[in-house]
């Protein structure tokens, strides 16, 4: 095989075979495929696109790339979340102690933030002490003892998913919905859980901006996971404004442990107590998804999902004193109230404007992947619906850069819409998808 001939046969618009595929895939994990014809193959994939065997195929050469995890020796049904990418979405860290409490292996391996969507690694490295990088014989064994891990993607899962999404971002190659599929399922089915609960976010703050190409790509991930032998479900969620109040590494900590608290705003919490519902119906902890989602309400409430988030941190050795002292957490130098310059209701929040605000804050990462502001970020006092005064508060930016807090506070009102009359309530949840 010669990597020309496939980027040929991809162009002209005809299906590749797995072993094509495979070629291709090992070839530039190994270094024998330069980048040049990777980017040629990826954008002849983005324009001609892959059939549902294809990505399939493509789904299975990229997992062979990589160790996968076996978690076996848990005794029971293992299960895991993964969401497509928002703001302000701190869901993990509140998920995943609702489900572990229930009796349930929450075994969940997440990413660093990217673009303008924040990483579940980077919030949880802002809780003092705590460790991400696990063994897989730590993680298996804290998965064992406590019902739950959570930790960073080791070096050697999906080795061709980190190369190749790199390559990707700089070809402007990452929204192919065959890309986006095998990418995340690759990961997802190393992992090792045997259930897995798909968080497709819809809208302004999410990669997929509407329904219908976010639909498509639950489906296709959905088929992907049941193929594999694998429970997957999936729910497609509102992200045209952020999730919850907070943007940013330790506020969305504070926010997901305030929430754990029964203390969190409404929409954060009603979403949480779904999926974990979802999850816990899955992993037959319930006979019935109204009775998971009772079951996430109840722990939730009485305070078993706190206990359990103070046992993970504790097992991987963070403080567990931050729950009740939020002093223990980064500070930044400087704050600043953004003030409004209208009188009305809210319409409209661009998310995706807020998560990069939040971002050159100093949330998030750059270009080059350089250290993150932990601190750093915003919390929204005001929200789509909400009525606002002139002069009165609608968000308060923090960071350790006073130029660039001066900056964005210049910026930051470009993000909102105001109205005289309230706009239409949108669905926190759109859409439940199984197969």
Known sequence: MRAYDIILKKRNGRTLSFEELNFMVKGYVDGKIPDYQVSA???????????????????????????????????????????TGGVGDKTTLIIGPLVASTGLFFAKMSGRGLGHTGGTIDKLESIPGFNVNLTIEKFIENVKRIN?????????????????????????TVDDISLIASSIMS????????VILLDVKVG????????????????????????AGKKTVALLTNMDQPLGKAVGNSLEVIEAIETLKGKGPKDLEELCINLAGNLIFLGNKAKSLEEGIKTARKNLK?????KTFSKMIKAQDGDPSVIEDYKRFPKTGYSLEVKS???????????????LASVKLGAGRNKKGEKIDLASGIVLHKKVGDYIKVNETIATLYSNNEAKIQEI?????????????PPVKQKLIIKRIEQ
């Open 341 to 355: 310059p209208e009188e009305g209701y809210i319409y409209k929040i661009d998310a995706e404007s807020i998560g």
């Open 41 to 83: 193959f990826l954008m002849a994939v983005f324009f001609r696109g892959l059939n549902e065997t294809e990505t399939f195929d493509l789904t299975k050469a990229m997992l062979e790339t990589g160790d996968k995890i076996d978690l076996s020796e848990i005794k029971g049904i293992k299960v895991d979340k993964h969401s």
């Open 204 to 227: 302004s703050g999410a990669f997929m901006k509407d329904v219908y190409d976010a639909e498509k790509l639950a489906k296709l991930m959905i088929k992907i996971g049941c193929s």
């Open 302 to 306: 009485n305070g078993n999902a706190l």
């Open 187 to 194: 990961k997802k089915l190393a992992s090792g859980s045997d």
């Open 148 to 172: 739950i891990a959570i930790a960073s993607q080791t070096k050697k899962l999906v080795v061709a998913d980190k190369k190749l999404y790199a390559l990707r971002d700089v070809t402007a």
């Open 409 to 421: 506070s210049k910026i930051f009102l470009h993000a909102y819409k105001f109205s005289n009359t």
